[in-house]
């Protein structure tokens, strides 16, 4: 079992603001991708961190950021807020050539 | 910008139905998925087939993939309701994993 838990599902925050949005699995894996989904989009890549060390990053600016921690555990920072930072955030667990498992998201409202 | 396109954008069939969507890439894969998504949620793992496989069932869903043209299709046979839902492709390169635009689907009972 490979849940992954996003925190918080929702949140509202204000432009110029900076948010920390969550992700964890039930089980261990060093691979973990960020994306970013607006509405009535796919989703597009952010980041991805492998073994606490970004290992792969799209096309999005250094105010989006990102931690892994030693429990696989991981965080996206965003600073500095845009309205257009209104979108779905999606983690990802992504075990080598199988299927990848995401979290629930969370929704992110900048006004 | 997205890695992959997919079409239709849209498609919208009567229950009963089958429901084909395609996808395009660019880059070299080493298997491609296809995900279910819901009301703007999480993404529902459908089927993955391989870069070295053409074709693959499960249950209703149907995959083919041509890696010369790089391209894939999706069909869904006999469509119910509950398959209303945004349907995406996603490419898979050593642990880097790319996304379509998606297809919406809306299946009319």
């Known amino acids: 079992e490979t849940g992954v838990t996003q925190s918080p599902t929702h949140l509202i925050k204000t432009r110029g603001q900076q948010v920390t949005l969550r992700c964890s699995s039930q089980?261990?894996?060093?691979?973990v991708s960020w994306y970013q989904q607006a509405l009535g989009q796919g989703p597009q890549f952010i980041f991805q961190?492998?073994?606490?060390?970004?290992?792969g990053r799209g096309n999005f600016p250094p105010r989006f950021s990102g931690l892994q921690f030693p429990n696989y555990s991981s965080e996206l920072n965003v600073n500095a807020l845009e309205l257009d930072d209104s979108a779905l955030y999606l983690c990802?667990?992504?075990?080598?050539?199988?299927?990848?498992?995401f979290g629930q998201g969370t929704r992110l409202t900048v006004v | 910008s997205q890695q992959g396109e997919e079409d239709p954008q849209a498609l919208s069939i009567q229950e009963g139905e089958n429901a084909t969507m395609n996808c395009s890439y660019k880059?070299?894969?080493?298997?491609l998925q296809w995900y279910r998504q819901n009301s703007g949620r999480g993404l529902v793992h459908l089927i993955l087939?391989?870069?070295?496989?053409r074709e693959k069932h499960s249950g209703r869903l149907r995959v083919t993939l041509d890696t010369s043209k790089k391209s894939s299709s999706l069909l869904i046979t006999a469509s119910r309701a509950a398959d209303t839902a945004s349907y995406f492709c996603?490419?898979?390169?050593?642990?880097?994993?790319?996304f379509g635009a998606g297809t919406r689907l809306t299946v009319k009972p």
């Open positions: 990802a667990i992504i075990p080598v050539n199988t299927e990848a498992f």
């Open positions: 089980s261990g894996h060093n691979t």
């Open positions: 961190y492998y073994r606490e060390e970004e290992n």
């Open positions: 880059t070299s894969i080493n298997n």
């Open positions: 087939i391989r870069s070295n496989e």
């Open positions: 996603a490419m898979y390169n050593n642990n880097d994993m790319r």
